[in-house]
């Protein structure tokens, strides 16, 4: 199971931390990924991140604003995220996948947190 927190409302130009928070022992093994979905919008990723840590993804639209990466040892994923904009409100979710490679496709995540909501305002 999946569980995120940290959102919450923000005035543009500010930073939010999200946390994602795992059970279950196999967590180190998974690649895990944030993603968000605005109002009338698909789930788009944001960021991923491989099982040891070392490698990230980002999406064109946060590269550079957002960080993503994780404590294995407390099977914990997180999300940085500064200079936030209006387009950034979403409900972020973050997901595992039961693989080795990071991906950037919603279908290919096998397990979801419940989301947490982020609102930037202008």
């Known amino acids: 199971q999946l569980q995120a927190s940290g959102g919450g409302l923000v005035q543009t130009g500010g930073s939010l931390r999200l946390s994602c928070a795992a059970s279950g022992r196999t967590f180190y093994m998974y690649p895990m990924g944030w993603f968000r979905q605005a109002p009338g919008k698909e789930r788009e990723f944001v960021a991923g991140?491989?099982?040891?840590?070392?490698?990230?993804y980002y999406a064109d639209s946060v590269k550079g604003r957002f960080t993503i990466s994780r404590e294995n040892n407390k099977s914990m994923v997180f999300l940085q995220m500064n200079s936030l904009k209006p387009e950034d409100t979403a409900v972020y979710y973050c997901a595992a996948r039961r693989g080795v490679v990071v991906c950037n496709i919603t279908s290919e995540f096998d397990y979801w947190g419940q989301g947490t909501k982020v609102t930037v305002s202008s």
């Open positions: 991140i491989t099982s040891s840590g070392v490698s990230t």
